[in-house]
């Protein structure tokens, strides 16, 4: 048996010299730390980067979600459609909002909501659909989820917290809808350690988010309260770590592609595991992401950690949680949640390291 290396975990965010050199000059020039141009030149680069006309950058991607269900006017009484496979956070955020959540199933295609099964959910009370492009990956007829939403007039907020670098078309995921939300957690292509973002091209939008995310104040540092708010604000130091790390998303973004293609040649053929469809022209998968056949997931993951190598299980069907505890069904997501693997997918993993993920994977399956 081979010697065993370092451990390569599932995740790591990475940031570098630059990061360091950035926040040490902002601190010997007297910054204030909290929030001011450094947020506002961040929120800029977002801005640009996705082709939105506005940002709004708050403390993580709950709260993200959260304010852009207060801020489309969803509250007790209402009904949020959410996939019944997604990270919690997007279910949550309906329930922090004081709304209802339903779930629907996924397409098998691309794990996100499956276009008849969302229709099927809609209520009179349904006010808006929580679109979550998971991993990257978008629905083929996405526009038709656009269309649907105007005319029955239902807001479409997209969870875009895994798709920052990822397209429709040329058109970056989040843009499709009324408001797009991001997460900068640490596992994200790029960290602030903790972090959110919401676009949109709606001037009225940005204006309520911009005063819920600050007490409700007409304007920052202004003591006069127009509406309920409360802080979820940022701080210059995430702003200069995210503004550097946005240097370095064009370079992040390909070499997801890469390596998730290298994952995929490698491991061509090997009985066992499946990759679900990923156009990389245009998604770029923030975890690199397989279904394991037969039930022997979780050996495969004993198995992995033995040869020093981190993977995670996916998200559970949200439905079927203690939290939410309902007696539904939603057969893909079930089945997607008991089957998928993230394997290693930090974009500083090297060449070498994917091959021994994919042979000790070939060697598992060999047994
Ligand atoms: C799809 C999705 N939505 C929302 C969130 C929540 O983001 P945060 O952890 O920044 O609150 C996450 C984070 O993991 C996510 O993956």
């Not at 601190?27 to 977002?46: A, C, Q």
């Not at 995430?238 to 390596?259: F, H, N, S, Y």
Request: aromatic residues 10%; contains cysteine; charged residues 25%.
């Amino acid at each position: 048996m081979a010697i065993l290396e370092n451990f390569i975990n599932q995740m790591e965010p990475w940031f570098d010299e630059k990061e360091e050199q950035a926040i040490s000059e902002y601190l010997k020039s007297g910054g204030w730390v909290t929030e001011f141009k450094k947020t506002r030149e961040f929120e800029k680069m977002i801005a640009e980067y996705t082709g939105a006309k506005y940002c709004s950058v708050v403390s993580n991607g709950t709260i993200s979600l959260t304010l852009a269900l207060i801020a489309c006017g969803i509250g007790p009484g209402d009904e949020v459609i959410v996939p019944d496979y997604t990270m919690v956070a997007s279910a949550n955020a309906v329930k922090l909002a004081g709304a209802e959540v339903v779930f629907a199933d996924i397409n098998p295609d691309n794990l996100c909501l499956d276009f008849e099964l969302m229709k099927k959910a809609v209520s009179p009370r349904t006010k808006a659909i929580m679109l979550v492009t998971i991993n990257g990956r978008y629905p083929s007829n996405l526009e038709e989820f656009v269309s649907f939403c105007k005319e029955k007039e239902i807001k479409l907020i997209e969870d875009a917290a895994q798709s920052l670098g990822s397209f429709k078309n040329g058109k970056h995921l989040g843009t499709f809808g009324d408001i797009g939300s991001f997460s900068f957690s640490a596992p994200k292509v790029i960290s602030t350690g903790q972090g959110g973002a919401l676009i949109t091209n709606d001037e009225i939008l940005i204006e309520r988010i911009q005063k819920l995310r600050d007490f409700g104040r007409e304007k920052p540092g202004a003591d006069r309260y127009l509406t309920m708010g409360w802080n979820f604000k940022f701080t210059d130091i995430q702003a200069i770590i995210g503004t550097e790390q946005m240097k370095k998303l064009p370079w992040r973004v390909q070499r997801k592609k890469d390596i998730y293609a290298l994952y995929k040649k490698n491991l061509e053929g090997v009985a066992g595991i499946s990759f679900i469809p990923t156009n990389l022209e245009n998604t770029s998968p923030w975890f690199i992401d397989i279904l394991v056949e037969n039930g022997k997931r979780e050996d495969l993951i004993e198995f992995l950690k033995n040869n020093q190598i981190g993977s995670r299980p996916f998200y559970p069907a949200l439905h079927a949680e203690p939290v939410y505890n309902r007696s539904e069904s939603h057969p893909v997501a079930q089945k997607i949640a008991a089957k998928g693997l993230w394997l290693p997918s930090s974009s500083k993993l090297t060449d070498e390291e994917i091959a021994r993920v994919c042979d000790a994977i070939k060697d598992f399956f060999k047994q």
